[in-house]
């Protein structure tokens, strides 16, 4: 299938044994397509880009790009590998579907805040496994205290997402065979497996 999209969608890339790795802008995709780095692709979209003009023949350049690439070798830097992904509140609100973790409400993003379940206050961390999202009135409430200090009971557990399901989470303009693909690696205790 060959789309037109308004705007450029973002390339998954892969290492070359399959496993996720980032996404790329198609300008990259690009990069990588014309420095012949692209081992195989495993998307069912293609993207067509328009380069200059070959001297020679008079035609324009074109490169075919797929949703899905992996890309060969060690051009992949380590530097952006990393067992537990950055975070943040976008992410984190996706990962508990906007669902405030004490009252159990859904709220939009400006209503929901990053709650430390073991305060900063008092020693905790500012990690995926001692964040949940709560909506403003709950924080606020909970305040400085442990859930058991402010009587108050977490309806869902924290988890880190792994490395397939932050890439789902960080990008809202996520292809359905990207999302497709991502999802088999997705861990088991996902909530992105659990059912709505
Ligand atoms: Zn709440």
């Known amino acids: 299938m060959t789309t037109a999209f308004a705007s450029h969608p973002l390339i998954l890339t ?5 496993a ?6 198609w300008q990259h995709a690009c990069f990588y ?6 081992a195989w692709a495993a998307g069912d979209n293609f993207f067509i880009f328009h ?7 008079g035609e324009r350049s074109t490169i075919t790009a797929n949703s899905i690439i992996a890309i060969k070798g060690k051009t992949l830097g380590q530097k ?7 975070l943040n509140n976008r992410e984190l609100f996706h990962r508990d579907r ?16 990053r709650d430390h379940i073991i305060p900063v206050s008092q020693g905790g ?7 949940v999202t709560a909506c403003r009135h709950c924080n606020q409430r909970k305040s400085g205290r442990t859930p058991e200090q402010a009587g108050m009971e977490l309806l869902y557990a924290p988890y880190i997402p792994n490395k397939a399901e932050f890439l789902i989470l960080s990008n809202r303009q996520i292809l359905a065979d990207q999302m497709d693909f991502l999802a088999q690696h997705v861990s088991a205790h996902s909530r992105l497996k659990a059912p709505a």
């Open 51 to 57: 380069g200059g003009i070959n001297r020679s023949t």
């Open 80 to 86: 952006n590998f990393s067992a537990v992904p950055p």
């Open 14 to 18: 892969l290492d070359m044994h399959g």
């Open 33 to 38: 397509y014309a420095k012949n780095l692209v």
């Open 20 to 25: 996720p790795h980032r996404w790329v802008t």
């Open 98 to 113: 906007h669902i405030c973790a004490y009252c159990g409400g859904e709220f939009s993003f400006l209503r929901l805040t």
């Open 125 to 131: 961390r500012d990690s995926w496994m001692n964040v």
